[in-house]
């Protein structure tokens, strides 16, 4: 997608190791490749809804979602998110499992 410069790192901010290392090398590849990086902070599924429409709002065109424990428990609610605000999007490989469009793990 050539056209998109804007994406959205969904993360927890209560994970105290997550948040810090992978949004460094999420920062690092965005600025090469001329693309905009907006954090998206949840700390609760109570959140996600609310996420979704601010990335909307914001025309975000994609967002990442962190490996952190919360997020991945409550994996395919949103990527079913994710698909009703038709955002490109990746996670985990347990994150294409429950329907999201993209995983990547180990």
């Known amino acids: 997608m050539p056209q998109m410069t804007r994406i ?19 920062e690092t590849a965005a600025k090469s490749l001329k693309m905009e990086l907006k954090q998206v902070l949840v700390r609760g599924p109570n959140e996600f809804e609310s996420a979704f429409e601010q990335m909307q709002q914001e025309s975000v065109a994609a967002v990442a979602i962190s490996d952190d424990g919360m997020l991945i428990a409550n994996i395919i609610a949103i990527a079913a998110l994710a698909t009703k605000r038709r955002l490109v999007s990746i996670g985990n490989k347990e994150f294409a499992q429950a329907g999201g469009l993209m995983g990547y793990g180990v």
């Open 8 to 26: 959205a790192a969904f993360m927890n901010p209560s994970n105290p190791g997550g948040v810090g290392g992978e949004l460094q090398a999420m």
